[in-house]
């Protein structure tokens, strides 16, 4: 059964500092996507990582892919408290006879002031 | 740019009860989908459709029902609601089935009782 594993699933972290988030798959996909989640509210995209050894980055959220250890991380650099959301990653993948998007359960961000 | 409409935002029903939740889009995107999202969990996807008039079902198809006579509108209906059935859900969609990120709504929370 495919899977998709994020850790830490709660994350309470101070402003200032510096944190990653882990994804880790377990079927052989070369696309994953990151999104944000603010409580109560729709997703947004992030991140869309296409090849292995992909990089992205957009203000202090900087997403990487390691197509070989299948894993994803996003790491947050000088944490402010805005960033303070759901982070969940997803991967193409099969389940049953669909292609289609498998979904990490989700880490919760809480940035304290 | 209204992207990805859903309506309604809330509902209760009685055991039973059918609703149709309904959701429009206009990117002209082919792809749309619906999920449902449970406390703590991931998305999972319920059904999903590549364009007017084909769809097909997700890994929880059970207790749902769709259809898509237009690029526009996918909406999902619940007949016979059941407990289990508690949930938000999102309807989403994308240009390309995979590489690019999904739109999404900002959800329908639906409580069955």
């Known amino acids: 059964e495919l899977k998709v594993e994020q850790n830490p699933l709660f994350l309470s972290m101070q402003e200032g500092k510096n944190y990653t988030i882990y994804c880790n798959y377990s079927?052989?996909?070369?696309?994953l996507y990151w999104y944000r989640q603010d409580p109560g509210k729709s997703l947004e995209s992030l991140f869309v990582?296409?090849?292995n050894g992909a990089v992205k980055q957009e203000g202090r959220l900087m997403a990487s892919l390691d197509t070989k250890a299948r894993l994803s991380t996003l790491h947050i650099t000088a944490a402010v408290h805005d960033l303070s959301a759901t982070y969940f990653c997803?991967?193409?993948?099969?389940?049953?006879?669909?292609?289609?998007?498998?979904w990490g359960a989700g880490t919760k961000l809480i940035i304290k002031p | 740019n209204a992207g990805v409409t859903q309506t309604p935002k809330f509902r209760i029903l009685k055991i039973g009860q059918s609703m149709t939740l309904q959701c429009t889009q206009d990117m002209n995107h082919n792809y749309m989908y619906w999920y449902r999202q449970d406390p703590g969990m991931g998305l999972k996807l319920i059904y999903y459709?590549?364009?007017?008039?084909?769809?097909d079902k997700g890994e929880v198809p059970n207790g749902y029902n769709v259809s898509r006579s237009t690029t526009e509108d996918f909406p999902l209906r619940l007949e016979l609601a059941a407990p289990s059935q508690t949930s938000v859900y999102f309807c989403a969609s994308s240009y390309t089935r995979t590489y690019q990120p999904q739109h999404f709504g900002d959800g329908t929370r639906l409580s069955i009782l």
């Open positions: 997803a991967v193409d993948g099969w389940v049953d006879s669909n292609y289609q998007l498998i």
């Open positions: 990582l296409l090849s």
């Open positions: 079927t052989t996909s070369d696309r």
């Open positions: 459709s590549v364009g007017a008039g084909i769809t």
